[in-house]
């Protein structure tokens, strides 16, 4: 394609619990909408494991020195009448507490006292343990990196021309940037449209996840404090109901730092959700699965030998953690960490001695479980997806990058990919952002069909913008029930909607250096617990104008102004059909005192503001 780059059914179970707590030293003294059926050949349950398995994996190198020990495949109840003793070749054997999985299909061991970095692990059981040959098996602490190399300080490039910002009379508060739609035809404007924006530092507007209509008009937007950022809003099911979720935190060197957000209808926060064993939540993914499970990524600090790739023994590394959370006791179901699984000469980023950062060569970007115990995982810099199995955390096979298990067929080369999905027995749909580099190909959206016979990757479709569209980073594919496509054009700021003959139907951006992680159209309803707000300007002839708007309302069609002498004894003095976010209403003579009534269907009363002076 041109480009030159540089370059389970899972077994669960645990150990023993002795009053709530599970005394290591004793007992060593004693001795998921993500829907459709797969095909079996492609994505097939695997074999069965005659034991429990055990996370951090038998053999794992870079876990964290805050890990759980999770043991998944055997109830609770049964492990504590197991011998089990955890011991650390520095920290010596370890004392803690059994937590049983809300599914109680398992249990994590919680120790006392973390482990010693660099030191291994070693689990005894009386049971065998999945892909340990036996009844022990070990894993390693990550060891701490030499250090970098200070920084070399880069002096600020002039900012390019501000995009256009919002501005609300009634809500001033609010400043996200401006959507400009290109293209609405009548047919795509089913559902609302969930977006990001983040405005490039210096730029003027707030980032915040932020969620429009059909037309491109705003419906509800929540600022972000200065210096953090959203990502990844959308829709998903949590305990049987629709909310939406999304990370906020700050962006450092290519990943996040901070948590994801449920939030309900209301726009009330139920629940944040973090990354387990101390690591750092990355702003990537997050998969909310049935049972109150999540799936989520880290990025980890780790030391490595990096001698095959032109680097030092004791390199600094991300590793790339993927996690399934139990939301409920919060333990850690299933871990696994790049390092183990892929080696860094995979990468097409070369090793930088002088870099001042820790060495990103796999970037994790998308986690897509599958049912049979699988998940697949996209490695933005291998350009690389992963099929793994859940069950040992090995790769079953690898579509892309230097070692393809499948032959690419014509078009269906990518690189620096994002947003890898799995639908039915054998489609898959992909961002490819392509080379980040000016002469490079411009970036795309597109469906492959896999033959997991012939090993062979063929092109459905491809969709691109007319003329050249670079995308550095960020996109994701989301295919609609009509047969139509989403597209978000991440840091090309525009997102795009397809029919399924491939016509545009839907078409808009952002001005300026404003990105967007990711864009889905999905239906939603919103109704906030916070009041419609009222602003009241008066003309220069006089004459008042009230400004109406609810952030985050779905239901309003309408309003109506009422205003009077004092609060008991308001009558009609303005009413207009909603036009946007903000609405402007003109009113009659000169009330005292106004207040805002939002109306819903048939006229009805919906909300009220605030009793507000109108002078």
């Known amino acids: 394609m041109g480009r030159q780059r540089w370059g389970p059914a899972r077994a669960r179970w645990l150990p023993t619990l002795l009053s709530g707590t599970l005394l290591a030293t004793g007992l060593a003294a004693a001795g998921g909408p993500l829907g459709a059926v797969r095909a079996a050949r492609l994505i097939s349950t695997p074999a069965a494991c005659p034991g429990v398995s055990l996370y951090p994996s038998p053999g794992t190198a870079t876990a964290s020195a805050q890990a759980q020990v999770s043991f998944q495949g055997m109830a609770a109840a049964r492990l504590r009448e197991r011998r089990i003793s955890i011991s650390g070749s520095v920290s010596g054997v370890h004392q803690g507490r059994l937590?049983?999985?809300?599914?109680?299909?398992?249990?994590?061991?919680?120790?006392?006292?973390?482990?010693?970095?660099?030191?291994?692990?070693?689990?005894?059981?009386?049971?065998?343990?999945?892909?340990?040959?036996?009844?022990?098996?070990?894993?390693?602490?990550?060891?701490?990196?030499?250090?970098?190399?200070?920084?070399?300080?880069?002096?600020?490039?002039?900012?390019?021309?501000?995009?256009?910002?919002?501005?609300?009379?009634?809500?001033?508060?609010?400043?996200?940037?401006?959507?400009?739609?290109?293209?609405?035809?009548?047919?795509?404007?089913?559902?609302?449209?969930?977006?990001?924006?983040?405005?490039?530092?210096?730029?003027?507007?707030?980032?915040?996840?932020?969620?429009?209509?059909?037309?491109?008009?705003?419906?509800?937007?929540?600022?972000?404090?200065?210096?953090?950022?959203?990502?990844?809003?959308?829709?998903?099911?949590?305990?049987?109901?629709?909310?939406?979720?999304?990370?906020?935190?700050?962006?450092?060197?290519?990943?996040?730092?901070?948590?994801?957000?449920?939030?309900?209808?209301?726009?009330?926060?139920?629940?944040?959700?973090?990354?387990?064993?101390?690591?750092?939540?990355?702003?990537?993914?997050?998969?909310?699965?049935?049972?109150?499970?999540?799936?989520?990524?880290?990025?980890?600090?780790?030391?490595?030998?990096?001698?095959?790739?032109?680097?030092?023994?004791?390199?600094?590394?991300?590793?790339?953690?993927?996690?399934?959370?139990?939301?409920?006791?919060?333990?850690?179901?299933?871990?696994?960490?790049?390092?183990?699984?892929?080696?860094?000469?995979?990468?097409?980023?070369?090793?930088?001695?002088?870099?001042?950062?820790?060495?990103?060569?796999?970037?994790?970007?998308?986690?897509?479980?599958?049912p049979g115990g699988r998940v697949l995982l996209s490695g933005r810099n291998t350009d690389g997806l992963y099929l793994v199995d859940e069950g040992s955390g090995q790769v079953a096979w690898t579509l892309g990058g230097k070692r393809s298990s499948f032959a690419m067929g014509p078009g269906t080369e990518f690189s620096l990919q994002h947003d890898a999905e799995l639908h039915g027995a054998s489609t898959l749909t992909l961002f490819d952002d392509e080379d980040d580099t000016a002469d490079g190909p411009p970036a795309r959206a597109l469906e492959l069909r896999l033959d997991p016979s012939r090993r062979r990757a063929t092109l459905v479709w491809a969709r691109q913008l007319p003329g050249f569209l670079l995308v550095l980073n960020q996109g994701n594919v989301q295919l609609l029930p009509d047969g139509g496509v989403m597209v978000g054009w991440g840091a090309g700021t525009y997102t795009t909607e397809y029919d399924r003959q491939g016509r545009v139907v839907f078409d808009a951006h952002f001005p300026g250096l404003t990105n967007s992680y990711r864009a889905y159209r999905d239906p939603w309803t919103g109704s906030p617990t916070s009041r419609p707000t009222l602003a009241v300007r008066a003309g220069a002839d006089g004459r008042l104008t009230a400004f109406a708007s609810w952030n985050g309302s779905t239901a309003v069609t309408g309003w109506r102004v009422t205003g009077g002498a004092s609060s008991a004894h308001l009558a009609a003095v303005g009413r207009a059909s909603r036009s946007g976010f903000e609405t402007k209403i003109a009113l009659t003579g000169h009330p005292a005192l106004v207040r805002l009534l939002a109306l819903g269907q048939g006229g009805k009363v919906i909300g009220r503001s605030a009793v507000i002076s109108a002078s």
């Open 99 to 370: 937590v049983p999985d809300s599914s109680a299909e398992g249990a994590s061991f919680r120790p006392d006292l973390p482990f010693s970095p660099g030191e291994t692990v070693t689990v005894r059981t009386d049971f065998p343990i999945c892909d340990a040959g036996g009844d022990s098996a070990t894993f390693q602490v990550a060891r701490s990196p030499a250090p970098l190399p200070a920084p070399t300080p880069v002096a600020p490039a002039a900012p390019p021309r501000p995009p256009a910002v919002q501005a609300f009379v009634s809500r001033p508060d609010l400043k996200p940037p401006r959507l400009l739609v290109s293209k609405a035809e009548a047919n795509s404007k089913e559902g609302d449209i969930f977006l990001s924006p983040d405005p490039v530092q210096g730029q003027p507007g707030q980032a915040g996840p932020m969620i429009v209509n059909g037309e491109g008009q705003l419906i509800w937007f929540d600022p972000m404090p200065k210096g953090e950022l959203a990502t990844d809003l959308r829709t998903q099911t949590y305990q049987g109901r629709r909310v939406l979720t999304f990370f906020q935190g700050k962006f450092v060197d290519g990943h996040g730092q901070g948590e994801f957000v449920i939030m309900n209808d209301h726009y009330q926060v139920i629940r944040t959700v973090v990354a387990g064993e101390g690591y750092s939540t990355d702003l990537h993914e997050l998969v909310l699965g049935p049972g109150d499970t999540a799936w989520l990524a880290a990025y980890s600090t780790v030391g490595w030998n990096l001698s095959s790739v032109g680097g030092p023994t004791d390199g600094a590394v991300y590793d790339c953690v993927v996690q399934e959370l139990d939301l409920r006791s919060g333990n850690v179901l299933f871990e696994w960490h790049s390092l183990d699984h892929v080696a860094p000469a995979s990468s097409y980023i070369p090793y930088n001695r002088a870099q001042a950062t820790p060495w990103d060569y796999f970037h994790l970007n998308s986690i897509d479980p599958l």
